[in-house]
């Protein structure tokens, strides 16, 4: 007997196959969801959960709107060709067809309507979300201030709000363009449209009527578009630069002004065809359209270009160029209240008196090239190969001894790919780097041989309570918090605060020292909850059936600081290089932020080599956000250091409790901000060019700039062409600005004439000018062009040339052959009157553990070049004499056999310390760190006799110095004295 379903059998079995499918749709969503909920609860720990909100809300907001301002205009049109259709349909060969589309939808007409029009709405609305930033700056942007030479409006209006209605205006185009397709189809469907009836019955006039009316509004729409084009002349890129030049103005404006009017035209002549039989109309409207919208909008100004403007480009396009001129300076911050120009009245030579009055320049040259200088610091102080550090060091200054001198440094961050496969290891054991390496970036004493290792201000692993680190006491910061939760390449995640505590470091007798994590980073993942979450999110059961994680665990992700900032503020633009601070017993990471667009009038688009996020895709740029990362708490602070920038304010208005005004930022943090490399990147491959402020000069190009090249080669290599070698880095060092009276820390580029192929300098190889950028507090932020006489000063390319030549160097890379020889980083120094180039000197053996380690210095001033096994003996072979640069002079000839003797130079006054200086010296009786120690308090007792004035008395207590190091080098038995290593050994 068959049983037969009743009503709530088969309502019970429709019932289970929904729950089924909900479950089956919620496991593949599962991972979306989590990461939904888990990106909530981080933005929410972080104190930014309204950057959450109104990011996910204008992005809802925007999908909804315009999902249902494309529903509603597709469903309108089709419920109208419904309306319309014809109560009859004739028999025609595609009736059958038709026949079967309605016997399947029968009564459904209306859902099927409703369906199509909600199917497309939503992915028509679905792709508006990318918008969201546009409508957030159309919506909180101001005023720029400026007006726009063209059109006399306000430079707001093309940043802020054309962007947004060119969209709008875009998307009911392209939403027209599919509904007139659409509604055809319906037509077609519903017997409006035959395509097998007579040429005159194929179109019933109530279809013709609506197809008509739409394609009549698409001509309006083409109209408007056509007037909104008119203001994009602004950043036309059609000539050889950004802007409305003369051809735009001339041609390309009046044709889209006559577009726009054949256009509206069109749209008339559209909606006359309702009244007339056939489609006549309509094809002389869109043929007009064609025609017109090629020749006069394409064709016309190409020809009109290459015939009248080009021939004559200096004289027809001066005008417009100037616009170029002064929009691009402006939008790069290179306009006249933004560069200070210096002229420097350059002599030949150096003399002795220059280098004593510049000795806080000359003692803070850099020696130590950052790329180069990381090997010996990995080396040195990984300690463990779960650590690592940058492969290039960052450069900042720091007080030391009552000075501000300039230091290499880097952080022991977590190396991932050391750590072994096990997931406790990986995210529970091994979670965070430890400490920083800093080192002086100058030249930092005598040379006991041939080379120098680094002289480290912060070394060493482990309890920094315990003295295990050692920090020089000579440095004014101390480090209460070493470890570094939030790093450069930290991937993955970390659960702190576990059942088990983490490896805080090991020893050097291996044995592991554990921490436990107190700080406030990282999201608590107590509940079942959150730790399903989690599992889900990191696709990996652990973060939930593991017994490490118990209520008070917290987990770390998005770690890395780039991609910290980059979640908050995708709509701002980050520097490529971050760099570590020491401030507050604790370390913090600086990342240089920019806000940019390409809607700039007039200015031109960035073509340029720099790296990272400053790459191009602009034509306007300001550094308004320094955005600071606690490395242990993982705390992000971004504070507006541009209150004058209008694009930063329409963001503030937009997230109010993202930023943090630059007033706040705490003075031992604002001592160590730098100008940052990839602006002033930028702004220098700009300025090469935009130096010329005249129109007709500047397209000549005659007085072009290039940035001066820097070859980095192997010194042993053959000379290649230095303008393959690119363009000199920017480079952080200790300067005097001309006219200022003491030495600050700036970041500096030069320049040369442009000529030769591809914007080679090497046909003119001379100095132009330099480039700098304050960093100091007082003066953040201010550029300084210092411009030189021509013809006077020799460029880089071209003293690297005679650098090798000079048979001090050729002669040293014979007695090193078989090792590496290659040259560090070049630096300018501005002196007085004159300029000196300083470059050191790097050798790696042809050992598998070698590092490149420094050796020698070289100087150059004018026609003189000097290597030394220091900065004092390079300055002292170029001046010719004895310099006061520094204290750690080498002897001379004279002063190295009174050294030998124990001898002292006439004198025998005591010095402010209370040092006899009648007594000789007696190096017998001391071992060499004694000896060492003794030159070292020598030289410190002279830096504080020529302080006071004490001239006869530094010198004396410096041969002394020299004496007791020469001591040391006899009882080692070296002819170049004693090695770092040597001295280690000894200690």
């Not at 309006?220 to 103005?249: C, E, K, P, W």
């Amino acid at each position: 007997m068959r049983t037969l379903r009743t009503p709530r059998t088969s309502r019970l079995r429709i019932v289970a196959l929904v729950v089924v499918a909900a479950l089956f749709v919620l496991f593949l969503s599962a991972n979306g969801v989590a990461s939904f909920y888990t990106d909530w609860l981080w933005y929410d720990n972080l104190g930014f959960g309204q950057v959450w909100t109104t990011t996910l809300g204008t992005r809802l907001l925007l999908a909804a709107v315009f999902s249902l301002l494309f529903f509603a205009l597709l469903w309108g049109n089709l419920f109208l060709a419904d309306r319309i259709k014809p109560e009859f349909r004739p028999d025609s060969p595609e009736e059958d067809l038709v026949e079967r589309y309605h016997a399947v939808v029968g009564t459904h007409a209306g859902k099927v309507r409703f369906g199509v029009a909600a199917l497309f709405g939503l992915i028509a609305g679905a792709n508006t979300s990318a918008q969201w930033q546009t409508w957030l700056l159309f919506r909180n942007g101001g005023d720029f201030g400026i007006t726009d030479p063209q059109f006399g409006r306000d430079v707001g209006f093309y940043v802020f709000r054309l962007p947004f209605w060119t969209f709008v205006v875009d998307w009911f185009f392209a939403a027209l363009v599919l509904t007139l397709i659409v509604v055809a189809v319906a037509h077609y469907l519903n017997g409006g449209i035959r395509a097998a009836a007579a040429s005159s019955e194929r179109v019933t006039p109530a279809a013709k009527f609506h197809i008509s009316i739409l394609l009549a509004v698409l001509a309006l729409l083409r109209a408007a578009a056509y007037y909104i084009d008119r203001f994009h002349l602004v950043t036309s890129t059609r000539g050889a630069y950004d802007g409305a030049l003369a051809t735009d103005v001339n041609i390309q404006l009046p044709a889209l002004e006559l577009l726009a009017l054949i256009s509206l035209f069109c749209a008339a002549l559209f909606v006359a065809n309702v009244r007339r039989a056939g489609w006549g109309l309509p094809a002389v409207a869109i043929g007009i359209w064609l025609v017109s919208h090629f020749v006069i909008g394409g064709i016309f100004p190409l020809a009109y270009q290459r015939i009248r403007i080009e021939p004559e480009q200096s004289e027809r396009e001066a005008e417009f160029v100037e616009r170029n001129i002064e929009a691009t300076r402006f939008a790069y911050g290179l306009d006249e209240s933004s560069v200070q120009s210096v002229q420097f009245d350059y002599e030949r030579g150096l003399n002795a008196e220059e280098v004593t009055e510049y000795a806080d320049v000359l003692n803070n040259v850099p020696v130590v090239d950052p790329d180069l200088a990381s090997e010996e610091v990995t080396r040195n102080e990984a300690a463990r190969q779960f650590y690592q550090f940058s492969p290039t060091l960052d450069v900042d200054r720091y007080e030391i001894g009552g000075e501000t001198r300039p230091v290499v440094l880097s952080v022991r961050g977590l190396n991932d790919g050391a750590i072994d496969e096990s997931w406790e290891r990986e995210h529970v054991i091994f979670t965070h780097g430890n400490g920083v390496a800093m080192a002086k970036a100058y030249d930092s004493g005598p040379v006991l041989g041939e080379s120098r290792a680094l002289d480290f201000l912060i070394s060493g692993l482990g309890n920094v309570e315990q003295g295990d680190v050692d920090i020089e006491d000579d440095l004014d910061l101390s480090l209460d918090q070493p470890r570094i939760y939030y790093g450069e390449d930290f991937g993955g995640y970390a659960i702190v605060a576990a059942q088990r505590d983490e490896l805080d470091f090991q020893t050097a007798t291996n044995e592991s020292v554990e921490y436990r994590y107190t700080g406030e980073g990282g999201v608590p993942m107590g509940s079942l909850t959150r730790r399903l979450a989690f599992s889900l999110r990191f696709r990996e059961p652990d973060p939930l059936i593991s017994r490490n994680v118990i209520d008070d665990s917290r987990v770390i992700y998005n770690r890395d600081i780039e991609d910290r900032v980059r979640l908050l503020a995708p709509f701002l633009r980050f520097d490529q290089n971050p760099y570590p601070v020491l401030v507050d017993g604790g370390v913090f990471w600086v990342i240089d932020a920019y806000t940019t667009t390409s809607d700039f009038p007039y200015s031109q688009s960035v073509q340029t080599g720099v790296g990272g996020q400053l790459g191009g895709g602009y034509n306007y740029v300001r550094n308004s956000v320094k955005a600071v990362v606690d490395a242990y708490n993982g705390e992000v602070t971004m504070y507006v250091i541009d209150e004058d920038d209008p694009v930063i304010a329409a963001w503030s208005e937009a997230f109010p409790d993202l930023f943090t005004s630059g007033d706040e930022i705490p003075d031992s943090l604002r001592e160590h901000l730098r100008y940052p490399e990839d602006i002033f990147t930028v702004q220098t491959d700009m300025w090469s060019s935009y130096v010329v402020g005249n129109a007709r000069q500047f397209i000549e190009g005659a007085l072009a700039w290039s940035v001066a090249t820097q070859p980095r080669i192997e010194a042993g290599e053959q000379e290649i062409d230095a303008a393959a070698a690119g363009s000199m880095r920017p480079q952080y060092l200790m300067a005097r600005v001309p006219g200022e009276d003491e030495s600050e820390f700036v970041l500096q580029r030069a320049f040369v004439p442009r000529g030769g192929s591809g914007g080679s300098s090497t046909e003119r190889p001379e100095l132009t000018g330099i480039m700098m950028a304050r960093s100091d507090p007082e003066n953040y932020g201010q550029l300084v062009m210092v411009r030189l006489p021509g013809g006077v000063v020799a460029a880089p390319n071209l003293v690297h040339s005679e650098i090798r030549k000079s048979e001090d160097l050729t002669e040293f890379i014979r007695e090193k052959a078989g090792a590496r020889v290659e040259f560090g980083e070049m630096s300018v120094v501005l002196l007085d009157d004159t300029i000196v180039y300083v470059r050191p000197v790097y050798v790696e053996s042809n050992s598998a553990t070698a590092v490149p380690e420094l050796q020698r210095v070289i100087a150059v001033n004018d026609n003189r070049i000097f290597m030394g096994r220091s900065i004092d003996e390079a300055i002292q072979g170029i001046v010719g004499a004895p310099s006061a640069a520094s204290t750690a002079t080498d002897a001379t000839t004279d002063d190295a056999a009174a050294a030998e003797d124990g001898a002292a130079t006439d004198g025998g006054a005591t010095t402010d310390e209370g040092t006899d200086t009648d007594t000789p010296f007696d190096p017998s009786g001391l071992s060499v760190v004694e000896l060492i120690a003794e030159a070292d308090g020598f030289f410190e007792e002279a830096d504080r006799a020529e302080r006071n004035g004490l001239e006869e008395e530094a010198a004396e207590l410096r041969a002394r110095g020299r004496a007791a190091l020469q001591a040391a080098q006899e009882l080692l038995g070296g002819q170049g004295g004693p090695t770092s290593s040597q001295v280690s050994a000894e200690t």
